[in-house]
């Protein structure tokens, strides 16, 4: 069955890693599991941020088909929303949430780390949406996180051909924010996690659930999301902490109020 390990740090950094080697096919099973786990940890005051990763040499190979056949077409369809509830979940989990993909992230496996906030990859990571070349259409957000991360164009040329690129391309792409050794990844992850953590909680989770809306948004919409941003913000004692920090010429202690 489907696993998963959780971490804590005494930084505030939880470190998740699907369990399930070598190649960490997913199922609904382990969906609901990651979706009850960052609930929790959503909850958790001390939690700041989070890391994903994996065991053994994949992130995750994508979706266990084996559980499919068996089922009728209401089953199926009852999967899918499963599946999708899930990385829903993930997707809008309010703290920020960083992705280091260790090896081959196919199909759904590399939905997880793009619906994450920002992707680190291993120098020989290898991903793809090789949905056509099983038969299969795109799901788990898969046209929502392409189209925005790269554009209409790419994400056809992913999904028409369903190839598989490389750690560089993937870059070149947008698909991954920077490449780490595999040596250096977890500790390069963990090491931004922190970095991130450290700022004050409450702008980090207006600005993540922004950043996510602002694709859909006009300039002036914007504006007002902002303003309203700023203003949740402006009586907190984190802000002035910030400013007594900078006085000071001291690295700020931020206390979430």
């Known amino acids: 069955m489907s696993t998963l390990k959780l971490s804590l740090a005494k930084d505030g950094i939880a470190v998740v890693t699907l369990a399930n080697p070598p190649i960490n096919a997913m199922d609904a099973a382990l969906l609901e599991k990651l979706a009850n786990l960052f609930e929790g940890l959503a909850a958790d ?18 979706l266990n088909l084996k559980t499919v056949p068996g089922l009728d077409r209401l089953g ?7 599946l999708n509830d899930g990385f829903g979940t993930l997707y809008a989990w309010p703290k920020p949430l960083v992705a280091a993909v260790n090896g081959h992230a196919m199909g759904a496996g590399l939905c ?5 906030d920002i992707r680190l990859a291993a120098t020989d990571a290898k991903m793809g949406v090789n949905f056509a070349k099983i038969g299969l259409s795109s799901g788990m957000g898969t046209l929502h996180f392409l189209t925005r991360l790269t554009s209409p164009s790419i994400a056809a040329d992913l ?30 992850a963990k090491a931004l996690a922190e970095e991130v953590s450290r ?7 207006i600005m993540k659930k922004g950043i996510q809306k602002a694709p ?15 203003a949740q913000t402006f009586n907190t004692e984190d802000l002035k902490e910030g400013v007594k920090a900078v006085q000071e010429k001291r690295p700020p202690k931020f206390s979430g109020r």
Request: hydrophobic content about 50%.
């Open 199 to 205: 700022n004050a909680p409450l702008p980090l989770k």
């Open 112 to 116: 997880i780390a793009l619906a994450c």
């Open 45 to 62: 005051r001390a939690v700041r941020a989070a890391v994903i990763t994996a065991d053994g040499p994949a992130f995750s190979a994508g």
């Open 216 to 230: 859909l948004l006009s300039l002036e919409e914007i504006f007002d999301y902002e303003s309203g941003g700023q």
């Open 159 to 188: 999904l028409f051909t369903g190839r598989t690129v490389n750690a560089e391309e993937a870059l070149t792409l947008g698909l991954v924010n920077r490449l780490v050794s595999p040596a250096d990844l977890m500790p390069v």
């Open 76 to 82: 199926q369809r009852r999967l899918v929303d499963a």
